[in-house]
């Protein structure tokens, strides 16, 4: 892993340059895109954007702002230019995105330990920066769309053509402006395409805060970061390109939606119990214990979030919500808890059958109560390590780390 390092940096500090670099470029190249004059291309441009947005927030807003900087035509007009779009955000914006792709590279030669918060503190970013531009950047996309197509106003949308006063726009409809009621069914589907895919990108930020190898996140990192470079320069070539390949993207994202709201609520559940420590204000339950469900559990979705209920007589069930709205539905074990133990890990633990079979993930706010949770059900495996914890471990045995028990005559 240590000598992949270096390749690693250098790969995403050079994507992460590509993409913003691209997008500040793209004015001059806009000459080809704006032979497409149809009323249609705005959409395609809007699609485009909305979902390079979503990809990575942070970087997508921070480079469509730096883009529409350097379009713009004269100090006035980038003094009207909207808050993301000033030089007081998008420099330190794109300067933040560069200090995590440093930090996942080099991640690559330092133990997880020492990075993990960091991990933590990138994912919570992510999801503020998503919140933002879902809030403000992503209807302000929207809204420019519909006024080119509307008035033929020559608003930068990121490789948008500017439209001559034709087509809709040329159609008074008995004097009526309906470009509001336009905006007002265009924004929520805005909305919902940026959070489908935002869902999947987010998805990547928590695998990277599961994952125990820098060399891992560094490449996460990096694919995303290849998926909007090309997505950019897809949609400054030609905008239904960008349209066609941001639709891919839209399709692969919403068929693994439901994975990634699992996976999101688990990264946000984690970093809550980290950032606050709550391990050291919390003690397990005798019943009911929340915990995310494993490959294990039949019939349940991994990483699903529910209640490890014990009846009075029975077997465990795990009693759970589906998109954690829906009416609770419930699943039985298929072993007794005498034939499962807990797994102690580095940072959080895990709830295993006697087959090795992960059951459930208990959330990190339980790491050091294991031995409670395991009798509170019964559990006859009691508390071993496992992962990393097992790994070091095993080598400290190795280096004689703790007294040589006798063999046995």
Known sequence: MKRLAPWTLLLVTVLVLVVPLALAAAAPAQASAKSDRSPAAPI????????????????????????QWFSAKDEAARAALPWYAQVSFWVPALLLVGLCAAKDALGAAVPP?????????ETVENKFSGLIAAGAVVPFAVNTMTKMLFDGTSVAVAEAP????????????AAADITWLLSLLT????????????????????LIL??????????????????????????????????VLSLVVIVVAYLVAGWAFR??????????????????????????????????????????????????????????????VLPERSATLPVEPRQLAIGEGLFFSDVVAEDGATLFSLPPRYHGHEPAVAKAYAMGGGVKPA????????????????????APA
């Open 44 to 67: 395609a441009s809007a699609v485009s954007t909305v979902t390079g947005i979503a990809i990575s927030p942070l970087l997508g807003t921070g480079a469509y702002g730096a883009y």
């Open 113 to 121: 330990g020492l990075k993990k918060p960091l991990d933590v503190m």
């Open 162 to 173: 500017i439209l001559a006063t034709s087509g809709v726009a040329s159609i008074h409809l």
């Open 187 to 206: 924004v929520p589907f805005g909305l919902a395409v940026f959070a489908v895919v935002w869902l999947g990108s987010h998805a990547i930020n928590v």
């Open 210 to 243: 599961l994952s125990p190898w820098g060399a891992i996140d560094a490449g996460l990192k990096a694919a995303r970061t290849a998926l909007l470079g090309l997505v950019t320069v897809a949609a400054t070539i030609n905008p239904w390109v960008g349209a």
């Open 263 to 324: 996976l999101s609520i688990f990264g946000s559940v984690f970093c809550w119990d980290f950032l606050t420590r709550r391990r050291h204000r919390f003690a397990p339950a005798e019943n009911e214990n929340l915990m995310f469900a494993g490959s294990g559990c039949p019939g349940v979705p991994v990483r699903t979030y529910g209640r490890l209920v014990k009846p009075a007589a029975g077997s465990l069930e795990f009693r759970y919500r589906p998109w954690l």
């Open 387 to 406: 992962g990393l914890r097992k790994a070091w471990g095993a080598l400290r045995d190795m280096l004689g780390g703790r007294a040589m028990e006798k």
